[in-house]
């Protein structure tokens, strides 16, 4: 158990469905991410939030919409996805300020996407 | 821009010691973390370093050399449970400027 919490664990949708991802921080990090892995490819980051800000955005279709409604909890909300969205997405926690910013994953979401 | 190099695969033996090696090259560095990510789960924070040199945690211990862009952990006495994703991440300026590279995936065999 890292303190990072994800539901669902699974997901299979179609391109045309619309289905949220939840993610939740136990540890008082400031600090939130979303990042996707595909097989043989490396973590590519998705979003970053910080104090409910989004301040990092690599290029992501608008089909991914990242929620953040307060430090402990973000979301990944998903319509019209493609088959090559199908990943495992992991969502991170770090602290900002001084330190190492090293960040503490949850188990991730495996979708599908048929 | 930014590049990340490891290894994709390794072998070793348990109980030997084992080097990952990681180059990397960036236009903004501020330092190196280690994340080890066992099979189906979640990566999981081993190490980082901002100074040259080597650090030592146990039978972990990890190395930079920032003038190189060379860095590397390394692991002694291996143990089974050691067979893991071994992934070579950069830090290239604040919390939110974070580069993972592909990692290297270890095999300890008995």
């Known amino acids: 158990e890292t303190g990072v919490t994800q539901t669902p664990r699974h997901l299979v949708m179609g391109m045309t469905n619309k289905k949220s991802l939840k993610c939740e921080q136990h540890?008082?990090?400031?600090?939130m991410y979303w990042y996707k892995q595909s097989a043989k490819k490396p973590l590519e980051l998705m979003f970053v939030?910080?104090?409910?800000?989004?301040?990092e955005n690599n290029s992501v279709p608008s089909r991914f919409s990242p929620e953040c409604p307060n430090s402990s909890h973000l979301f990944l909300h998903l319509h019209t996805l493609q088959p090559e969205d199908s990943a495992l997405y992991l969502c991170?926690?770090?602290?900002?300020?001084?330190?190492?910013?090293?960040?503490?994953f949850g188990p991730g979401t495996r979708l599908t996407v048929t | 821009g930014q590049n990340i190099d490891q290894p994709t695969e390794m072998t070793a033996t348990e109980g030997a010691i084992v080097q990952i090696n990681c180059t990397y090259q960036?236009?903004?560095?501020?330092?190196l973390f280690w994340y080890q990510q066992h099979a189906g789960e979640a990566p999981t924070f081993l190490s980082y370093?901002?100074?040259?040199g080597l650090e030592e945690k146990g039978r972990f211990s990890s190395f930079l050399s920032r003038s190189k862009g060379y860095s590397y952990p390394l692991l002694k006495e291996l143990q089974m449970k050691d067979s893991a994703s071994y992934l070579c991440?950069?830090?290239?300026?604040?919390?939110?400027?974070?580069?993972f590279g592909i990692g290297t995936k270890l095999q300890v065999i008995p």
């Open positions: 991440t950069m830090n290239s300026g604040g919390y939110q400027k974070v580069t």
């Open positions: 370093n901002v100074l040259d």
């Open positions: 960036t236009s903004g560095f501020n330092g």
């Open positions: 991170a926690s770090s602290q900002t300020g001084q330190g190492s910013y090293e960040q503490y």
């Open positions: 939030y910080s104090l409910e800000e989004r301040v």
């Open positions: 540890l008082g990090h400031n600090a």
